[in-house]
């Protein structure tokens, strides 16, 4: 569509939202988990969101390193004081209802733990218990992420 027949952004959205992700997001389903991976053979969150961008978008995002700690409440501080130092970086701002591309920052005891990107209706986002990346509709991914903020990339 061009700019002259495109449907209005919030109509957009919601038939986005009906009828899922776009099909390029099933290249991305399934790539293994890896902390701290920022490539397909294996990524973490960040990593997921870093790659997706740089590929479809072409834009480099900035990047930060989870720590490797055996204590999992040491490795949520330290990704809690690093997480939004990385999207304080970026030209981001917080919204409050999430559209396409928009950052999904969840949070665990109020510390940022994970992060996702909204595209078609869902998250897509890594898993590293189960399959690496996944996408999952909103409904179902907030069933398990109670307490999350959205961010939006100012490009």
């Known amino acids: 569509m061009t700019d ?13 939202k009906f009828l899922g992700p776009p099909d390029w997001v099933n290249d991305y389903i399934g790539l293994p988990y890896r902390l ?3 490539e ?11 790659l997706v961008w740089r590929e479809k978008r072409g834009i480099q995002i900035p990047d ?20 939004p ?6 030209p981001a701002v917080a919204v409050e209802a999430p559209v396409s591309w928009d950052f999904v ?8 733990c994970h992060v996702g990107l909204f595209i078609g209706g869902g998250i897509l986002h890594t898993h590293p218990t189960t399959s690496g990346a996944v ?7 907030n069933s398990h992420h109670k307490t999350r903020s959205y961010w939006r990339w100012l490009d």
């Open 4 to 16: 002259s027949t495109r449907a209005p952004p919030d109509i957009e959205e919601r038939l986005e």
């Open 36 to 38: 701290n991976g920022r």
């Open 40 to 50: 397909r053979d294996g990524l973490d969150c960040w990593g997921l969101i870093s």
């Open 64 to 83: 930060f390193q989870a720590p490797h700690d055996a204590d999992l409440l040491a490795v949520m501080q330290a990704v809690a004081d690093n997480m």
């Open 85 to 90: 130092e990385a999207v304080r970086q970026a």
């Open 105 to 112: 920052v969840c949070y665990r005891h109020r510390l940022a």
């Open 135 to 141: 996408w999952e509709p909103e409904s179902r991914f």
